[in-house]
Structure formats: C-alpha cells, structure tokens
C-alpha cells in the first residue's frame, strides 16, 4: 500500500519558520519525482516546489522562492520542505505528492496543515 | 506559463445523468501531459485521469478524459452520489506545472 505520511505542520507568527517532513512507503521512492503541493482556504491547487529523483533539479513558484527549501533522503525515503519568512499568505494544506514534470500527480499525502498567523 | 481555464464553474445534476467538465489551455499542452483530479471536502485530490484519456488505477469507467492540444473534457457518464466533489485539471507537460480553478459538480 502506498503510503506519504507529512509531519511538522502548525500555528506559526508571520516571520516564523516551519519544517515539513513526508516519509513515503509502497513505491520506489528513489526514483520518483516529488512536490509539495499547496490548497489555500478559498483559492486552488498551488505547485509550490519539486525535486528530481536525485536532487540534481528542484523547483520553487515565484511565491515562495527565497524563502521555501526543499530536499529529500533516499536513504530515508523522506522529502521535506524548510519554510522561511512564513506571510499569512502561506497558510494552507500542504500536500506531499509523487510526481512532477512529465509525470501525473499520482500518490498525495493527507496533508499538513500551515496557519500563519499573529 | 500555460493558464488552464475550467468551466462551468459549478455543474448541479442529478444521479444517473451524464457530466461533462471543460479544461481549455493558453497554449498546447506538451504531449497530451493533461490530468483530471478529484477533491472531496476534507479530502486530498486524488488522480482520475492521466495523458488526457487513460484512467488511473482504480478509478470506475465511467470516468473518461478525451482532447489534445489546447481543448480537454472530462465526462462522467452516469453520475453518483458519491461523485459529488471539486474536479481540477492540471498540465504536467511544461514548467510551471498549473492546475485550472476547478469545477464543482453538485449532486442534487
């Protein structure tokens, strides 16, 4: 059974940062493209970042390049996303989800949540 | 960057009767590289559609997806109840990755 299991969500102040974990289970994890995809309340589905299999490639959406970092362990089978500069703008469900360019997004986690907020 | 635009923005129907969701691009989407996804409240999306036309695994056939280049459908054919949900496309083929903003289909 596939399995992406996110970690780290919360309440965090704006300026604060926020770490993201995801361990995946029940696919090749190593050789699978990952992003982390965001729902804000009220507005739809964001790409906000994604990885090549072996970390030679990532990608950021201009709303959170600077701030946002991503990275994976294919030793661990965890891809994790380090959040910086947090804006109330950021609050959402991030989901962790196999897949990426060229690839259908085929597996999602059940999401963490990030409320920023004073 | 290709905007993918939905429509109708809501669909309300009744079960049995058919569905059919529009997905137009801003440009050709590379290599048919178009997805449908499904959203319940609460719920993370989850893949019903992949290269325009070919079902997930596990999906029921009365999903289908058809088009190319810069029109796509999506049709239920026979809705259920439970198909009561938020459906977004996404193109997958050229960097960056969008989603359209959805269309809710609403089961009376």
């Known amino acids: 059974e596939v399995q992406l299991l996110e970690s780290g969500g919360g309440l965090v102040q704006p300026g604060g940062c926020l770490r993201l974990s995801c361990v995946a289970s029940g696919f090749s994890f190593w050789s699978s493209t990952m992003s982390w995809v965001r729902h804000a309340p009220g507005k739809g589905l964001e790409r906000v970042s994604g990885?090549?299999?072996?970390?030679?490639?990532?990608y950021y959406a201009d709303s959170v390049k600077g701030r946002f970092t991503i990275s994976r362990d294919n030793s661990n089978n965890t891809l994790s996303l380090q959040m910086s500069s947090l804006r109330a703008e950021d609050t959402a469900v991030y989901y962790c989800?196999?897949?990426?360019?060229?690839?259908?997004?085929?597996?999602w986690g059940q999401g963490a949540l990030v409320t920023v907020s004073s | 960057e290709i905007v993918l635009t939905q429509s109708p923005g809501t669909l309300c129907l009744s079960p049995g009767e058919r569905a059919t969701l529009s997905c137009r691009a801003s440009?050709?989407?590379?290599?048919?590289?178009l997805g449908w996804y499904q959203q319940k409240p609460g719920q993370a999306p989850r893949l019903l559609i992949y290269g325009a036309s070919s079902r997930a695994t596990g999906i029921p056939g009365r999903f289908s997806g058809s088009g190319s280049g810069t029109d796509f459908t999506l049709t239920i054919s026979r809705l259920e109840p439970e198909d009561s949900a938020v459906y977004y496309c996404q193109q997958y083929g050229s960097p960056p990755l969008t989603f359209g903003g959805g269309t809710k289909v609403e089961i009376k």
């Open positions: 990885i090549t299999t072996n970390s030679d490639s990532t």
């Open positions: 440009q050709s989407v590379g290599s048919g590289y």
């Open positions: 989800v196999k897949g990426g360019l060229g690839d259908p997004f085929e597996y």
